[in-house]
C-alpha cells in the first residue's frame, strides 16, 4: 500500500468514527432533550413551575449538550486537518508549462459548452472571441434537448432520432427505447397499452426479429405484471438502473455518430489529470533535486489511469524508454518479449544473434518481425 492509499484509509477511519460518534451523539442529546421535556410536562400536569428551574440547572441538560456538540466538533476539525493533509499538494512539481494555441483552446471551450448545454455562454464566447460558429452547435443543441427528456424519463424525442439514424448506422440503441417504451406502458397506462403498441408499432416489430428470447422475456414480464417480485424479470422494471443505462447508451451512439468522445476533451483532460497528478508529483520530488543523467523529463512515466481514459495504443521500448512509432515500429523477439526496432539493432551491430534482455533467450536478427498496435 502506498502513501496515498494509506492517507486515504486514515480519511476512512476518520470517517467511521465520526459516524460513530454522531450515533452516540444523537442518542445522548435526545435522552437530554426528552428529559427536559418530560420534567415540563410533569411541571404542567402538576401545575408547580416552581422546582422547575433548580431541577433542570441540577441535572444541566443543556450543558451536556453543549459537550456532546464540542465532542462532535473536535472530530470534524480532526478529519478537516486530515483531509488537508491529503488533498494539499504542491502542483507546481506534476506540471510544466506549456504553450497552448488560443484558437485550439477556444474551440475546445466552445464544444465542452455545447456538450454543456450552456448555450448562452457559447454564442457570449463566439461573440467575444470573433470565432465562428461549431458546426457542432445544431447537433448538440439537439442532443441535449433528448437528454433532458430522457432525464424527465420522455421517450419520444429520443425513439425519433434513433429510428432516423438506425438503418444508415445501426446499433442496439432504438431497440432498447422501444423496449423501455413498453415496459413504461405496462407501469402508466397498463397492460392492453403495451400488447397495442408492441402489436402495431413497425419499429418494434422490425426490431424484434433475431430477438425471440429477448421478446418472449418482455411478453411474460407484461402478463405476469405487477406481480413481478423474487422473479427474473424483475429487472425489466428496475427503474434505477435502467432509465440511467438507456441515458448511457445514448449518449454514447450520438456520439459516436459523430467521431468524438462522449465526454468533452476539457472533461477528459481534467478527470485524466486527477488521477494521474498525485503519482507525477511524487515522482517529481523524489527526482526534482537528482543529477542523474536517466533522471529527465523526457522519460515516459507509466501511471495507470483506468481503461475508461485509453483511446490510443502505443508502446514504450523497455531498453530505450522512448515510445515507438512508425519511424521505429515495436518488434518481437523469439521469446515473445517486444523492444523498439532501433534498439533491436544496437544490440544486434555485427553480430547474427543477440540475447534478450529481459531473458536469456537468442533472437536472429534477421527475425524482428514488426508488431502494429490497434
Same mark, same amino acid.
Given at each position: 500500500?502506498?502513501?496515498?492509499?494509506?492517507?486515504?484509509?486514515?480519511?476512512?477511519?476518520?470517517?467511521?468514527?465520526?459516524?460513530?460518534?454522531?450515533?452516540?451523539?444523537?442518542?445522548?442529546?435526545?435522552?437530554?432533550?426528552?428529559?427536559?421535556?418530560?420534567?415540563?410536562?410533569?411541571?404542567?400536569?402538576?401545575?408547580?413551575?416552581?422546582?422547575?428551574?433548580?431541577?433542570?440547572?441540577?441535572?444541566?441538560?443543556?450543558?451536556?449538550?453543549?459537550?456532546?456538540?464540542?465532542?462532535?466538533?473536535?472530530?470534524?476539525?480532526?478529519?478537516?486537518?486530515?483531509?488537508?493533509?491529503?488533498?494539499?499538494?504542491?502542483?507546481?512539481?506534476?506540471?510544466?508549462?506549456?504553450?497552448?494555441?488560443?484558437?485550439?483552446?477556444?474551440?475546445?471551450?466552445?464544444?465542452?459548452?455545447?456538450?454543456?448545454?450552456?448555450?448562452?455562454?457559447?454564442?457570449?464566447?463566439?461573440?467575444?472571441?470573433?470565432?465562428?460558429?461549431?458546426?457542432?452547435?445544431?447537433?448538440?443543441?439537439?442532443?441535449?434537448?433528448?437528454?433532458?427528456?430522457?432525464?424527465?424519463?420522455?421517450?419520444?424525442?429520443?425513439?425519433?432520432?434513433?429510428?432516423?439514424?438506425?438503418?444508415?448506422?445501426?446499433?442496439?440503441?432504438?431497440?432498447?427505447?422501444?423496449?423501455?417504451?413498453?415496459?413504461?406502458?405496462?407501469?402508466?397506462?397498463?397492460?392492453?397499452?403495451?400488447?397495442?403498441?408492441?402489436?402495431?408499432?413497425?419499429?418494434?416489430?422490425?426490431?424484434?426479429?433475431?430477438?425471440?428470447?429477448?421478446?418472449?422475456?418482455?411478453?411474460?414480464?407484461?402478463?405476469?405484471?405487477?406481480?413481478?417480485?423474487?422473479?427474473?424479470?424483475?429487472?425489466?422494471?428496475?427503474?434505477?438502473?435502467?432509465?440511467?443505462?438507456?441515458?448511457?447508451?445514448?449518449?454514447?451512439?450520438?456520439?459516436?455518430?459523430?467521431? #468524438?468522445?462522449?465526454?468533452?476533451?476539457?472533461?477528459?483532460?481534467?478527470?485524466?489529470?486527477?488521477?494521474?497528478?498525485?503519482?507525477?508529483?511524487?515522482?517529481?520530488?523524489?527526482?526534482?533535486?537528482?543529477?542523474?543523467?536517466?533522471?529527465?523529463?523526457? #522519460?515516459?512515466?507509466?501511471?495507470?489511469?483506468?481503461?475508461?481514459?485509453?483511446?490510443?495504443?502505443?508502446?514504450?521500448?523497455?531498453?530505450?524508454?522512448?515510445?515507438?512509432?512508425?519511424?521505429?515500429?515495436?518488434?518481437?523477439?523469439?521469446?515473445?518479449?517486444?523492444?523498439?526496432?532501433?534498439?533491436?539493432?544496437?544490440?544486434?551491430?555485427?553480430?547474427?544473434?543477440?540475447?534478450?534482455?529481459?531473458?536469456?533467450?537468442?533472437?536472429?536478427?534477421?527475425?524482428?518481425?514488426?508488431?502494429?498496435?490497434?
Amino acid at each position: 500500500m502506498n502513501s496515498t492509499q494509506q492517507e486515504g484509509s486514515s480519511l476512512l477511519k476518520d470517517l467511521e468514527r465520526i459516524k460513530k460518534k454522531t450515533r452516540i451523539s444523537n442518542k445522548i442529546i435526545n435522552g437530554q432533550l426528552d428529559q427536559i421535556i418530560a420534567e415540563i410536562e410533569e411541571a404542567k400536569i402538576n401545575n408547580d413551575f416552581s422546582q422547575l428551574k433548580d431541577k433542570l440547572q441540577n441535572q444541566k441538560p443543556l450543558t451536556k449538550i453543549k459537550q456532546t456538540y464540542n465532542e462532535c466538533y473536535a472530530y470534524f476539525s480532526k478529519m478537516g486537518k486530515n483531509m488537508d493533509k491529503l488533498f494539499k499538494k504542491n502542483l507546481q512539481y506534476g506540471q510544466e508549462h506549456v504553450e497552448l494555441d488560443s484558437r485550439v483552446l477556444t474551440e475546445l471551450i466552445k464544444n465542452h459548452l455545447l456538450r454543456d448545454g450552456e448555450f448562452e455562454a457559447y454564442e457570449l464566447l463566439v461573440k467575444e472571441s470573433g470565432s465562428e460558429e461549431s458546426h457542432f452547435h445544431q447537433f448538440f443543441a439537439e442532443i441535449q434537448t433528448i437528454v433532458k427528456d430522457l432525464k424527465e424519463r420522455k421517450l419520444e424525442s429520443a425513439i425519433l432520432w434513433a429510428e432516423k439514424r438506425h438503418k444508415r448506422s445501426p446499433s442496439n440503441l432504438l431497440y432498447e427505447l422501444l423496449k423501455q417504451r413498453v415496459i413504461q406502458l405496462v407501469q402508466t397506462e397498463g397492460i392492453n397499452a403495451a400488447v397495442n403498441f408492441m402489436r402495431n408499432s413497425d419499429s418494434f416489430q422490425e426490431q424484434a426479429q433475431g430477438r425471440l428470447y429477448e421478446i418472449c422475456l418482455i411478453t411474460y414480464s407484461v402478463l405476469l405484471w405487477p406481480n413481478l417480485e423474487n422473479t427474473k424479470y424483475y429487472y425489466l422494471y428496475d427503474d434505477e438502473r435502467n432509465w440511467p443505462r438507456i441515458l448511457n447508451l445514448f449518449l454514447e451512439v450520438a456520439s459516436k455518430s459523430q467521431n #468524438i468522445l462522449i465526454k468533452s476533451e476539457i472533461r477528459t483532460v481534467f478527470s485524466a489529470g486527477c488521477l494521474a497528478m498525485p503519482k507525477l508529483i511524487k515522482y517529481n520530488q523524489i527526482t526534482r533535486n537528482r543529477s542523474s543523467e536517466v533522471l529527465t523529463n523526457d #522519460i515516459p512515466i507509466d501511471i495507470e489511469i483506468g481503461k475508461d481514459y485509453k483511446y490510443h495504443s502505443f508502446f514504450v521500448c523497455p531498453v530505450s524508454r522512448e515510445v515507438t512509432n512508425t519511424d521505429n515500429p515495436p518488434v518481437l523477439l523469439k521469446c515473445g518479449h517486444v523492444i523498439s526496432k532501433l534498439s533491436a539493432h544496437k544490440m544486434i551491430a555485427n553480430k547474427q544473434k543477440f540475447k534478450c534482455p529481459t531473458c536469456p533467450v537468442e533472437t536472429k536478427g534477421a527475425d524482428l518481425p514488426e508488431l502494429i498496435f490497434i
